[in-house]
């Protein structure tokens, strides 16, 4: 902490600089490895604000306050490491669940596709206009020549076998 020394702003950072070797070994035979530089830095900030005295012994309160950080750190990480296994968990589902959906979703299509080509290629031509297109009904039945009311017929075997394909799904 050689860094700090001639900017200590306080009588405590003062004495965090002189013991900063008592302070690191006291952390690192805590288990604070690779983040001792870490807390020690935040303790220098800390101690920097501190302006009245500490009793009933600013050393005492110096490895307190080590002890404090380097558990603070600890939980942090914990936290840090639980949400990280539940995000991974909650994203392994959705992708599980989207997955099947996605298959499922193809399958109803595949579905749906026969059932609306077995109608008939007005009933479909007639559906796919309306549907996916937006066509009014009226004007798909003077570009096929029929009347409204075939239209309107044509649509109504479809939603029918729509319904039907919704309710065979259902029932698996």
Do not use: C
């Given at each position: 902490?050689?860094?700090?020394?001639?900017?200590?702003?306080?009588?405590l950072?003062?004495?965090?600089?002189?013991?900063?070797?008592?302070i690191?070994?006291y952390?690192?035979?805590?288990?604070?490895?690779?983040?001792?530089?870490?807390v020690?830095?935040?303790?220098?900030?800390?101690a920097?604000?501190?302006?009245?005295?500490?009793?009933?012994?600013p050393?005492?309160?110096?490895?307190?306050?080590?002890?404090?950080l380097?558990?603070?750190?600890?939980r942090?990480g914990?936290?840090?490491?639980?949400r990280?296994?539940?995000?991974?968990?909650?994203?392994?589902e959705?992708?599980?669940?989207?997955?099947?959906?996605?298959v499922?979703?193809?399958?109803?299509?595949?579905?749906?596709?026969g059932r609306?080509?077995?109608?008939?290629?007005?009933?479909?031509?007639?559906?796919r206009?309306y549907?996916l297109?937006?066509?009014?009904q009226r004007?798909?039945?003077?570009?096929?020549?029929?009347?409204?009311?075939?239209?309107?017929?044509?649509l109504?075997k479809?939603?029918t076998a729509?319904?039907k394909?919704g309710?065979?799904?259902?029932a698996?």
């Open positions: 902490m050689t860094e700090y020394e001639g900017v200590a702003s306080s009588r950072a003062q004495i965090l600089v002189s013991n900063n070797g008592k690191r070994a952390l690192l035979a805590r288990g604070a490895g690779d983040v001792v530089d870490d020690l830095q935040e303790m220098w900030i800390r920097s604000r501190i302006d009245r005295p500490v009793e009933p012994s050393l005492s309160y110096l490895f307190r306050m080590a002890e404090h380097l558990l603070d750190i600890w942090q914990n936290r840090r490491s639980m990280e296994a539940q995000w991974s968990e909650a994203y392994q959705l992708h599980e669940v989207s997955a099947e959906s996605h499922l979703a193809n399958q109803k299509v595949g579905i749906v596709v609306l080509a077995a109608m008939g290629a007005r009933v479909e031509h007639v559906f206009r549907r297109d937006g066509v009014e004007l798909i039945a003077e570009e096929l020549g029929v009347s409204l009311s075939t239209v309107e017929k044509d109504r479809a939603y729509l319904l394909v309710r065979d799904f259902d698996v």
